[in-house]
Each structure stands twice: as C-alpha cells, then as structure tokens.
C-alpha cells in the first residue's frame, strides 16, 4: 500500500489541529507514513506541534513527524504539501481590519482594502513556496493552497509560476452547502450544487437533493431566518461565533434585493458596504474575535497538555479539515470527485475572460481541477464579476511591476470603496501599515508629470 509525505507549509496555523484530525480520520483512504510542518515562525509552530502530535498519538504511532523552519527538510520528496499561510498573522490582520473601518470602508481580511492589502503581502511568500516545493518535492507533488485571499493568491500564482501544480480551494461554498443541507434536513453529501463566481464572490443556482431542486424552498427559509437553522449546533464550530452568525442572517438582506440566486455570504461586503460599517465595531473586529477565541484556546490548550498530559480540546472536525483532506484524496486516489475550487475558465463560462480565476464545480483528477461546463451567465452577475476580476487583475500586476498607481486602480475599482479619494487615504495608511511585508510601490507620475 503506497504511503503519502504531507508537508504542511504554515505549520502554526490554529486550523493545523483540526485539518490534523481529518487526516488520521481518514487514514484508510490516505495513508501517511510522515507529516512534516513548516513555518517561518518555529517557536509558534511548536507548541502547535504539540497538539498535533497529541491528535496524532489518538490514531497511531507509525506516522513520523517533523517539526522545522528548514524548506528543504520540509518538502524533500513531499508528495503533497498543504498551503495555509497568514502573513503578518493576526497583528496585521487586525490593521487590515481597522484602517479601512476608520476611513468608515468595510474592514474584513479577504474581501474589500483588507483582502487587497493581504494580497500584497501573500503573493511573494506563495511565489517562494511553490519554487521551494518544484526544487525538493516529488514532480507529481500537488499543493493544496487554503492561503488567503485565495482569489488574489490564485490569480498571483497562475500569472507568475503558470505550470505550477497547485489546487487553490475555499471552504466558504463548503461551509455555506452545510448550513443548506441542515435547512433541507439531509447530509452534506447529498447536496448537489451549481454555482459560479470568483472566491468568495459567487452565486448558487441550483441546490440539488436527489435530483429534486430544492433552491425555492433554501429560499423561502432564507426569507424568514437567514441561512441558519434553529439550532445553531448545527453550524461547524468554527462558524459558531457572533460574527458568523451576523454574516449568515445577512444573507436574507441581500436575497431581499437579488432573490434569483442563493449568494455566497461575503457578497454582504460588497453589496452592502454602508450596512457592513454601520453594523461593525470599529474598536473589535473579527481579527480580536479570532485572537480571544479560537487562539488564545489553542494556546491555552497546548500549555495544559505540557502540564497534565491531557488535551481538554478535542479539535473538532469541521468543514475546514474535511474538505482539504477530501480534495487530497480525490487527487491521490485519481477519484474525478464533484467540488467547487478555484481553476482558470477556459471557456467554462463563455462570456468571462479566458483567463480569469473562477470558482466552479470541477472533478478533481490526479492531473487537477476539470472544471464543469456552465455556460454565459446573465449580464449583472457578469458585470460585477469583471469589476472584482479588474480589482484583483490590477493589485497582482501592482505587485510585480511596483506601482503605486496600478495598486490605486486596483482599490478604486473594488465596490467596498465610495471613491478614489478614500481609495487613495486607505492605500495610504496601509502602505505605512506594511512597510515591512509589501513591495515597494512607486510613483509613476507626480504632479500630472512623468517622473
């Protein structure tokens, strides 16, 4: 029986428990004969490490694990290696969240000022990621990438290293078809969707249970509740917090307006930008949510373990963790299985450009995402589709070439912003926010003059 090196690139991830957990849960369909974390940040991914290895030891002592900030030790002869890095971690985060909310802009780190400043700072460590891996894995290698914001770093990724192997995924459709089949009252794996978008900017349109349509009746509940059911133990733990629960009930506001199709949830930001800032507490964003939260338990949890030998959090599984491990093993095991990722159109949706990074169904293969065919979308989801390409297009070639005034076209263009004057106070304070972590942007112009 083949056995698979994982290499998990962001080892100090607070998710690297629970993404843990689904592997030793489904062992018999990928095998492991070593995991190997690495992070930049070694004294973080340590005591991470320990619960890792602590979930481990719950299934089997035949896995080796390594620990290690070394690139080559890391990746040498990987055969799949799992990509979830926050740079700046939840320091700039927080910033990322709250310079655009005092500039009264949405403040949220994938989508809006936030999501383009993170942009900045991921594409450069993806880029160095994926050569370290095409230098020291195996050539089939395939990295799993979970790294925000996805629909940039994808972008990032296909223009600067286009042959790479890599499956860039989002567990937010995942999350959003849970809550859907908990209303319809069936399992998760029942549901069969369509659906068409970029990451975190798309739209259901079908909502399929035994080859029945179930979409009107996900929208009438949609209507009354949001997209939540009344025991909220049904939402995945990670989705459980006040802020998740906020952004699902949103989900009746913008079917209020646009009812054709079941929205993906962050479209609030982008729809509803006024609301979003009325609605927000610009001293305690979701970056302070998730630093109280799920990682001062994390911490806190691995401080006792050191003291006790026990582990008082079991990591759940949740969405997060399953869907990684499922995409894997549809690429280990060549399955073709149905999900929804990130992968270049091609013509899957004829009236977008070619070369857009979208989110649709696509079979998972050994050799990739085979997208499934959609066809020409109506005119108003393509219209708002090509500005957020634009937005996201314009912020990766602000990256490689330098330009401050390609990075300002990039914010200007995004829906989260009234205007290029606050575009340009947004980008301004960012730039001194992440002098350390993104690319010199320089002028090309100053004072109507060419420099």
């Not at 459980?240 to 930001?269: G, R």
Request: glycine share 6%; with cysteine.
């Amino acid at each position: 029986m083949k056995k698979y090196i994982l290499a998990v690139a962001g080892g100090g991830s607070t998710y690297t428990p629970g993404i843990i957990r689904s592997l030793m849960d489904r062992l018999e369909d990928l095998p492991l004969s070593e995991i190997r974390f690495y992070d930049i940040d070694g004294e973080r991914q340590s005591k991470v490490v320990v619960a890792a290895k602590a979930v481990i030891a719950e299934y089997t002592d035949s896995i080796l694990v390594t620990d290690t900030t070394d690139p080559q030790t890391a990746f040498e002869n990987a055969d799949f290696v799992f990509a979830q890095m926050r740079v700046g971690k939840y320091a700039l985060r927080e910033l990322d969240e709250k310079i655009p909310l005092s500039h009264n802009v949405v403040g949220q780190e994938t989508c809006g000022p936030g999501g383009l400043a993170y942009g900045l700072r991921t594409i450069a460590p993806m880029i160095e990621l994926i050569d370290y891996v095409e230098q020291y894995a195996k050539e089939t290698a395939w990295i799993v990438n979970y790294s925000n914001p996805a629909s940039i770093v994808a972008e990032g990724v296909r223009k600067l290293r286009p042959k790479a192997r890599v499956l860039n995924i989002c567990d937010m459709p995942v999350a959003t078809m849970r809550n859907i089949a908990a209303i319809l009252g069936v399992e998760r794996d029942e549901l069969v969707v369509d659906y068409f978008g970029l990451n975190h900017f798309g739209w259901f349109t079908r909502l399929d249970v035994n080859g029945i349509d179930r979409l009107a009746e996900v929208r009438e509940h949609v209507y009354k509740h949001g997209l939540l059911t009344e025991d909220v133990s049904k939402i995945d733990y990670r989705h459980a917090d006040s802020s998740w629960i906020k952004t699902f009930k949103n989900i009746k506001l913008i079917m209020d307006h646009f009812p054709e199709y079941l929205p993906n949830p962050y479209l609030q930001y982008y729809l509803f930008p006024d609301h979003i800032v009325e609605t927000s507490n610009k001293d305690y964003t979701r970056a302070n949510e998730v630093m109280d939260g799920r990682e001062k338990t994390l911490f806190e949890t691995v401080e006792k373990f050191e003291e006790t030998g026990i582990l008082e959090d079991s990591f759940a599984v949740g969405v997060h963790g399953t869907f990684i491990v499922d995409v894997t093993v549809s690429i280990a095991q060549n399955l073709g299985k149905r999900y929804v990722v990130m992968t270049e159109n091609n013509g899957t949706i004829p009236n977008l450009p070619a070369d857009a990074m979208i989110e649709v169904p696509a079979f998972i293969t050994a050799d990739g995402p085979k997208p499934e065919f959609v066809g020409d979308i109506p005119y108003f989801y393509k219209a708002m589709i090509e500005q957020q390409l634009a937005s996201e297009k314009i912020l990766v070639e602000a990256i490689i070439e330098g330009s401050y005034e390609k990075a300002l076209q990039a914010f200007t263009l995004n829906k989260t912003l009234p205007s290029a004057k606050v575009a340009k106070a947004v980008l301004d304070d960012l730039i001194a926010a992440n002098k350390d972590f993104w690319p010199t942007l320089k002028k090309e112009y100053k004072e109507g003059s060419l420099v």
